[in-house]
């Protein structure tokens, strides 16, 4: 990267003083004064700007040339250039998209004054925060050689009257998330461009003819299209023209081919990064391409979050000055090879989250300028010892895991590493049983990570004095014993502080950290009460799975960095205070599985960005309809299952407007299921079960548009900092289960164990995704909706125990998703369906309680209707193929009926047919009314040998 920076540097200099040889800028502000002219358009262009803090302050008097940002040339006094590049903008706030309104930022209207400013080579206004659209009179500047409007938050479509500027060497326009453009062949008149940044800038309309634009700038070293939302990757070009490409960044673009060939005719190429895509291909085809092709040129090669498989080769090693080699999150398999220790430049290789297998190469330990080992997430096997790490001096960050937990760090308990790290992160391999004291040596660590490690210890004293100068801590998922020391704060002679460090006070605190999880071990006792104030700083605490106990500590209220909140199945017990107002960030907060009491504090549900609140299966109480929420409620899931609230289904869930996911099972609301609930636009998950509800099923749940979405599941990408992840425990196919990850999939309806009555809506049967319906143990009537069969998404069906009647109905065949199925204890009657996935469920148990319904896999049969002895049925079979016969031969007289007229018009026609048709249609009368008569005979005969019978079961009776 180094070289890279050097290369860019000159690249820019040349760019700015070749273009203009004649002029030369003056950045020592000598000259006594300005051209006139020139110094009325920049008090111009400086009235149409706001500049609420003064940035351009110096702007007054008459030597513009000693202005703040301008140059003049020493030679003609001209002024050459603008660097109105505003740090302290950016540096104040500047959001994601670049559109920062703070009070550091330059913005306001541009003025065309600029324009006589005919010598201007270099304009630079980034780090801004403008809001217009690039003006279009830019395009006149004819001198100039150097253009940078990035981070500035130019708005809409580039103009196309850039592609005047001939002279321009350098474009930056990247980071302004509302700028696109349709087409790019205003670029092709840039032919002197050598630096071109257009990262973030919508291209989709663009997508399918850049690179033949591109391939017209011969003099291009530096592209860069990073998330300019392209489509294309042409695999083939008729000629390569970029041949002084050293830089190709193509980063998160929507690309899913294989790396084209034309890639490897690159042989200036320094830097290659396609990460974030979806580009496909063998690992193994592609560094044998790039090691014969790329003059042993490339640095950096960058294809992190792709779809590449394969192994990597031995050819690896012949890529000498490989400084740089990402290809995490891919589905590359195999060893490390050997070979690898022939790239003596390497300073990071990140290998993490793939498929990768064996033991690490000896060779490693070549790498001695080796800043960064990512191993993490793959499946690596045997042991890294000491005398692999004994070189590497240089590694400040190391990751590694094994996903197969077959993996051990061979290293002592007392070594002392030969480097300094400032990030470790070991996972799922031994390390344990004791926690490494050779952490203690490393002076630089801002954050560790050692999960599912096997740590088995008490929790050290040393390991919190360690903590104060930490970041990040997690030692979650290990066996750690022990407790929170009372105070979370040291006296100085513990911590060995040096004089210069005393000022402190006599009992520093964690002030640095901003991440803490000790999730999944077993500590014991309470938590500390001043941990509030010793952790100000927190962004993230978790404490779940562990066996503390007291009361939450209310210093917790102090924590106003707060966002996300986990103390989750411990033994807390006392009341839940009401200190949370000041907690404006707390995003997250879960509470669930502990021993609390009393009822909700109001300070809670009136946090602005509160999203996803847990307390369940806590004891829990009190009537939550006096309660409020924020007017704008950002709350997307609430589980207060498990608990004893009472009184009615809270009003105040109906301002809840992106409420997704709502539990509240076990509880002892009463009332009906409230109406406003069907206003829910993002409602997918409700269990209201096993409560004390009654009335009727709302006919207006059926527009719940949340069940009418199908989803389909898309892991977050491992690389995202910060995860969004939600849990609920579901009670589906009568077990309950955690959801984490596919929450978002779910689609449930769970009113079970209640009181309601009345039949079910049929409006229910609207709900096209519905996957989990549980209607069970009320007191439902009334017939099952005959357009159930519409729920076609449906796996999970239990309307048990209930008072339904009437049959099970035959559109239920097409609920061809269906695997668990209860209609037992109801009134249903009729045959059971017997096909489709009828036939897999073949549990009696699930139809029993019904004492009406009859089929497999009951043993009852249904019968046919059925009249007289043995006989009399062999009469009746005879007789009624007879009267099959017989339909079929008035059917077909009729038939004759009906066309007749169109023979008889015939027949009016052409006369010599008359003759032949009357004869032929007085012989099929005789033969029909021979036919009636023995039928008619054959009727009679049944009816006189019924009479006896009749009459003996008449006096009978």
């Not at 460090?501 to 950290?513: D, I």
């Not at 500590?553 to 009341?575: A, H, V, W």
């Not at 409420?659 to 829910?680: M, Q, T, V, Y």
Request: charged share 15%; net charge negative.
């Amino acid at each position: 990267m180094k070289g890279i920076s050097i290369q860019l540097c000159s690249l820019i200099f040349l760019c700015l003083f070749s273009a203009t040889p004649t002029y030369e800028a003056n950045d020592n502000k000598t000259n006594t004064g300005c051209i006139q002219i020139e110094r009325e358009a920049l008090i111009k262009f400086k009235e149409g700007l706001s500049d609420p803090s003064n940035f351009l302050s110096t702007w007054i008097g008459d030597n513009c040339c000693s202005w703040k940002g301008i140059s003049c040339s020493n030679k003609t006094g001209h002024v050459v250039k603008i660097e109105l590049q505003n740090i302290q903008c950016y540096e104040d706030g500047e959001d994601f998209y670049g559109t920062n309104k703070n009070s550091s930022c330059l913005g306001g209207e541009m003025s065309p004054s600029l324009l006589d400013l005919k010598y201007l080579n270099h304009l630079d206004l980034s780090l801004n925060s403008f809001h217009i659209p690039i003006p279009e009179f830019l395009g006149s500047l004819g001198m100039l050689s150097y253009l940078n409007l990035s981070h500035s938050a130019f708005t809409g479509m580039i103009p196309q009257h850039l592609g005047n500027l001939s002279n321009l060497c350098y474009l930056d326009l990247t980071h302004s998330f509302s700028l696109y453009s349709n087409d790019l062949y205003w670029l092709s008149s840039l032919t002197s461009l050598e630096y071109l940044d257009m990262e973030t800038v919508n291209l989709s309309l663009a997508s399918t003819h850049w690179l033949q634009i591109i391939n017209l700038l011969p003099s291009l070293s530096e592209l860069h299209l990073a998330s300019c939302e392209l489509q294309n990757l042409p695999q083939s070009l008729s000629s390569v023209n970029f041949t002084s490409l050293s830089v190709l960044d193509l980063m998160d673009n929507s690309f899913d081919s294989p790396i084209p060939r034309w890639f490897f005719n690159l042989s200036t190429l320094v830097k290659l990064d396609l990460s974030l895509n979806e580009i496909t291909g063998d690992i193994s085809e592609l560094i044998e391409d790039l090691s014969n092709s790329c003059n042993n040129s490339l640095e950096e090669l960058i294809l992190a979050d792709n779809h590449i498989s394969g192994h990597i080769p031995h050819s690896l090693g012949l890529l000498k000055k490989l400084k740089f080699l990402d290809l995490v999150v891919n589905y590359i398999s195999g060893p490390i090879p050997a070979s690898i220790g022939s790239l003596t430049n390497l300073e990071e290789l990140s290998l993490s989250y793939n498929q990768m297998d064996g033991s690490l190469p000896e060779s490693i330990k070549k790498l001695t300028k080796l800043t960064r080992l990512h191993l993490f997430q793959n499946n690596w096997q045997g042991n890294l010892s000491e005398n692999q790490l004994q070189s590497l001096t240089k590694l400040g960050y190391f990751a590694i895991s094994s996903s197969n937990k077959s993996f051990m760090l061979n290293i002592s308990h007392n070594w002392v590493p030969p480097f300094s790290l400032r990030f470790i992160r070991i996972s799922d391999c031994l390390l344990g049983p004791k926690f490494p004291a050779w952490l203690k040596t490393q002076k630089q660590l801002s954050s560790v990570i050692l999960t599912n490690v096997g740590i088995s210890e008490e929790i050290s004293n040393w390991i919190w004095i360690l903590s104060l100068r930490l970041m990040s801590c997690d030692f979650s998922n290990n066996q750690i014993r022990g407790g929170f020391p009372h105070s979370l704060e040291y006296p100085l002679d513990d911590l060995h502080l040096s004089s210069s460090n005393r000022s402190m006070g006599s009992y520093p605190s964690l002030n640095n950290m901003y991440y803490l999880n000790l999730a999944g071990n077993l500590l014991s006792g309470p938590i500390p009460v001043n941990i509030g104030q010793a952790m100000a700083t927190l962004a993230r605490l978790n404490l779940s799975g562990n066996f503390l106990s007291g009361p939450i500590p209310s210093s917790i209220g102090k924590m106003r960095l707060l966002f996300s909140l986990d103390l989750s199945n411990n033994k807390l017990s006392g009341k839940i205070q009401d200190n949370w107002r000041d907690l404006q960030a707390l995003y997250t907060l879960d509470l669930s599985m502990n021993d609390l009491c009393g009822t909700i504090p109001g300070s809670i549900l009136l946090l602005p960005r509160l999203s996803k609140l847990r307390l369940n299966a806590n004891n829990l109480s009190g009537d939550l309809s006096t309660l409020k929420v924020n007017n704008r409620s950002l709350l997307t899931l609430l589980d207060l299952g498990e608990n004893r609230f009472s009184g009615n289904v809270p009003k105040w869930l109906g301002e809840c407007s992106i409420l997704k996911e709502l539990r509240l099972r076990a509880n002892i609301f009463n009332g009906s299921i409230p109406e406003h609930l069907c206003d829910h636009v993002y409602l997918h998950t409700v269990d209201i079960a096993a409560n004390n509800l009654s009335g009727a099923i709302p006919a207006c749940l059926g527009n719940l548009r949340g069940f009418n979405r199908v989803l389909t599941y898309s892991p977050e990408s491992p690389l995202l900092l910060v995860k969004d992840i939600s849990e609920m425990d579901l009670i589906v196919k009568g077990r309950q289960m955690a959801y984490t990850s596919i929450l978002e999939l779910v689609n449930i309806m769970d009113f079970s164990s209640n009181m309601l009555s009345g039949e079910i809506p049929k409006e229910i049967t609207r709900l096209s995704a519905l996957g989990t319906l549980n209607l069970s143990r009320n007191q439902l009537t009334g017939n099952i909706p005959g357009e159930i069969g519409k729920l076609r998404r449906l796996e999970t069906l239990d309307l048990s125990h209930n008072h339904l009647s009437g049959p099970i109905p035959q559109s239920m065949t097409s609920m061809t998703l269906l695997n668990y199925l209860n209609l037992s204890y109801n009134n249903l009657s009729g045959p059971i369906p017997s096909t489709n996935q009828f036939l897999t469920f073949n549990d009696p148990s699930i139809y029993e309680g019904n004492a009406e319904l009859c089929g497999t896999p009951l043993p009852s049969k249904c019968h046919e209707p059925n009249t007289g002895n043995a006989e009399d049925q062999g009469n009746n079979t005879a007789d009624n193929e007879d009267d099959i016969k017989f339909g079929f031969f008035i059917s077909m007289v009729l038939g004759f009926v009906f066309g007749f007229w169109a023979v008889f018009g015939s027949l009016q026609i052409y006369e010599p047919w008359r003759p032949t048709l009357f004869h032929y249609v007085d012989n099929m009368k005789n033969w029909i009314l021979l036919v009636f008569a023995l039928k008619m005979a054959r009727v009679r005969r049944r009816l006189r040998d019924l009479r006896p019978a009749r009459d003996a079961s008449t006096s009978q009776q």
